[in-house]
């Protein structure tokens, strides 16, 4: 009754394999743009917003592929031991299919003119395999959960796991959440990240008005690198995913810690690649002399890379919250109905 569930080894594995190939997809696609730059440099200009020319005078990369190839390298190798493994693999699957999904349409777009034709399949068929992993992931992580053995408390051997193995293995035990002060910095940080952004999405939005905002979150003909997700879209994604993170990590449910590393990849990224883009163009020197808009958008940036720093550091620590179906130590277990 009430007992807490981890993820069979055998799905850790296969979920494990399942994000390091979609790595290998993003680093592959950044090794294109590589080798089409003129300069290596162009390439980490390019994902900062700034005009480069590639040899072919296409991008496929925008500054999700590196955000992504780093949160998919952590987290295969975090997934197959980490006993936060279920919920690692369905965020990093929601994140991947909710980034990717707007490559459905504009990949297919009428308006997606002067792109080979074989580049664009290739482009559209990586998009695709991409979704379809990220969904496996998710349905993997919900499959293949079997409940936390009560028995596990970290002394002496014991019938551990489904294998029949002799010695505990940590990934059965009950997943870890956000300690206490890590919460509350998580709740506080990503809330205001949330808010901040959704604050800006707005004035955008009367800016610019409907229909032309509208093209912010379909992306159409606004899309420059292939692979990049529409503007709007993207910020909108990680207003939600930072609000959810931070009420989750308020109430200091489990899977709140993995959500809130996960949900600081994104908002890190877009904080340095906007103080890249700042730096390149002398805003920081010349603040002063910018409109009030222009300077809060430079030190919002310096804001987003700051509190999604803080958040990993913040959840980088997680504690085994005290659970009926699991005894912490031998004392507890004696004195536990």
């Not at 790595?23 to 290596?40: C, K, M, N, T, Y």
């Not at 939005?205 to 409907?210: A, I, L, S, V």
Request: aromatic share 8%.
């Amino acid at each position: 009754m009430g007992q807490d569930r981890t993820l069979a080894r055998g799905a850790r594995a296969f979920g494990a394999l399942l994000t390091a190939a979609l790595a290998l997809i993003s680093l592959g696609w950044i090794a294109r743009d590589f080798a089409r730059a003129h300069e290596v440099i162009d390439v980490w200009w390019n994902w900062a917003g700034l005009p480069a020319r590639a040899e072919d005078g296409v991008w496929v990369t925008s500054f999700l592929e590196p955000t992504l190839v780093l949160l998919y390298s952590v987290a295969a190798v975090t997934a197959f031991r980490s006993s936060s493994s279920a919920a690692i693999l369905t965020c990093t699957g929601l994140l991947t299919v909710a980034v990717r999904v707007p490559g459905l349409w504009n990949l297919n777009a009428d308006w997606m003119q002067g792109v080979p034709d074989g580049l664009l399949s290739k482009v559209l068929f990586s998009t695709i395999a991409a979704i379809v992993i990220g969904a496996v992931l998710v349905v993997t992580a919900i499959a293949g959960r079997h409940p936390t053995h009560a028995g596990f408390d970290g002394y002496g051997p014991g019938p551990y796991g489904l294998d029949g193995r002799d010695e505990p293995d940590p990934a059965d035990g009950p997943p870890s959440g956000p300690t206490r002060s890590g919460a509350v910095a998580a709740f506080l940080l990503l809330g205001t990240c949330g808010v901040v952004l959704a604050a800006w999405e707005i004035r955008t939005w009367q800016q610019y008005g409907w229909e032309r905002y509208a093209h912010t979150l379909t992306g159409e003909r606004g899309i420059v690198r292939l692979l990049d997700a529409p503007t709007g879209w993207t910020l909108w994604a990680v207003v939600v995913l930072s609000l959810v993170t931070a009420t989750a990590a308020l109430g200091g449910a489990p899977f709140s810690r993995p959500l809130g590393l996960i949900a600081s990849a994104p908002l890190l990224a877009l904080g340095v690649f906007g103080m890249a883009f700042s730096l390149k163009l002398d805003f920081f020197r010349h603040l002063d002399d910018l409109g009030i808009e222009s300077r809060l958008h430079v030190l919002t940036n310096v804001f987003e890379a700051a509190a999604g720093l803080a958040v990993l550091l913040a959840l980088a620590k997680g504690t085994v919250r005290d659970s009926p179906a699991v005894s912490p130590s031998p004392d507890r277990h004696l004195t536990t109905s």
